[in-house]
Structure formats: C-alpha cells, structure tokens
C-alpha cells in the first residue's frame, strides 16, 4: 500500500503562488506517474498535472500550463507543484495521486489508485 499526503494550500491573493507538496509512504512505490487533480465546489475531479516517478516526463492541463509546474525528489518520496500567477478559478481541493496509468489514462481519476485527501487552495480576487 501506498499513502499519500499533501500539504501546502492555503489562502492567497490572485497573481500570488503557493507551493504544494505530496509525500509518499508506504512499502513500495511502483508505481509510474504522479498526478495532481482538483475539485472545485460543485463540480467534477479534473486533470492538472502528472510527474513521471522516474524520468522527466510533465504533462499539464491546458487550464494551468504556463502557470503551474511540477517536480519530484525520489530521494524524500515527495512531488511538487508550484503554483504561480494564481486566479480565482484555481480554487479547489487539490489532491495528489499515484498510479500506474496508459498514456489515454494519464489525464483521468481512473488511472491512478492511490490518492490522498487532498488540500484546500483558495485564491481570492
């Protein structure tokens, strides 16, 4: 099994950043890809990003690329997003995930099976 948490939401001013960190646990990570998603109130699970665990690989959502860019340090089991130029409507809960996803199932909750609980970002205009 695997556990995920993430930390780092908060409240911030829109064009403000924040950082948010997910740290992995468990006994084995084999996990291919980690995934960031977030719901907003009242609305469904989206994509935003997703780190390749062992190569470089990045993919990001039309919504935050440009804006949003992710990391991973293999050697504390941990993956980053930083959030820069916030606006409002990158308001959510955001949630990291872990999986073993194909290509077509990189961008979908489906394709990961292991999440956190995820972490509230509110970004205020």
């Known amino acids: 099994q695997v556990q995920l948490v993430e930390s780092g939401g908060g409240l911030v001013q829109a064009g403000g950043s924040l950082r948010l960190s997910c740290a992995a646990s468990?006994?084995?990570?084999?996990?291919?890809?980690m995934g960031w998603f977030r719901q907003a109130s009242g609305k469904e699970r989206e994509f935003v990003a997703a780190?390749?665990?062992?190569?470089?690989?990045?993919y990001y959502s039309d919504a935050v690329k440009g804006r949003f860019a992710g990391t991973r340090d293999n050697a504390k089991n941990a993956v980053y997003l930083q959030m820069n130029s916030l606006l409002p409507e990158d308001t959510a809960v955001y949630f990291c995930?872990?999986?073993?996803?194909?290509?077509?199932?990189?961008?979908?909750?489906?394709?990961?099976?292991?999440w956190g609980r995820g972490t509230q970002v509110t970004v205020a205009s």
């Open positions: 995930a872990a999986g073993r996803p194909f290509s077509s199932e990189l961008r979908v909750p489906g394709g990961y099976g292991y």
């Open positions: 468990g006994r084995s990570f084999d996990f291919f890809y």
């Open positions: 780190i390749g665990w062992s190569d470089d690989s990045t």
